[in-house]
């Protein structure tokens, strides 16, 4: 039963670390529109002057976005086939775990009551999830192609090339998924 059960505290918290890292991400398309016939872009000003983030990490997020653009063989242009813009949301997540096992299960050590976790009560964290939108605008027709959004646990990262890294991570895990239909999706 021992070997269970610290066999079980790390893969639990291996399963917690790894589900912190990842991107969620959803997409949504118009079905009717021609993918194949956007070739160029440029970015929808209006659309990115009015998210909730610092100028900064725009900078970065947009620079991400070029980056996933220009691999995929798009070309940034003045007279572009479609405009891409981002927003941001983020809320505040709050995880209770229980460190009460139950009396008669062998845990922690003892306890003149019961064996089991001498500490029982309740451990409260908090943390920032934030959503990553990023939006293809037909630019012809001034309407929304295709949405991605990006959903991941946001740390207060102070070191600046593991902020960038992060946000290519979500901009490469988003535009996975754009174009619908190709292969890395």
């Keep these: ?16 670390l790894s589900s912190c890292t990842s991107v969620r991400v959803l997409s949504d398309y118009d079905k009717d ?6 070739k160029t872009y ?9 998210a909730q983030i610092s100028d900064l990490d725009k900078k970065r997020i947009l620079h991400a976005i ?7 063989g798009f070309v940034k242009s003045e007279n572009p ?10 809320r505040q997540q709050v995880d209770v775990y229980s460190n009460y096992w139950g009396a008669g299960f062998y845990g922690w050590g003892w306890h003149p009551f019961y064996w089991g ?4 009560g309740n451990n409260v964290s908090t943390r920032t999830e934030g959503s990553l939108y990023i939006d293809v605008i037909d630019a012809k027709n001034k309407e929304l192609v295709w949405q991605g959004r ?7 990262i102070r070191n600046i090339e593991k902020k960038e890294e992060r946000i290519k991570e979500f901009v490469s895990e988003i535009l996975k998924a754009y174009p619908p239909g190709t292969a890395l999706n």
């Design 1 to 16: 039963m021992k070997k269970i059960r610290f066999l079980v505290v790390p893969v639990m918290v291996l399963l917690f």
């Design 33 to 38: 529109a021609n993918f194949n016939s956007f």
């Design 42 to 50: 440029a970015f929808y000003k209006t659309g990115i002057d009015k």
């Design 66 to 72: 070029d980056n996933e653009m220009n691999s995929r």
């Design 81 to 90: 086939d479609i405009l891409l813009s981002i927003f941001t949301k983020e």
């Design 117 to 120: 976790n001498p500490y029982p």
């Design 150 to 156: 990006g959903v991941g646990t946001l740390n207060n």
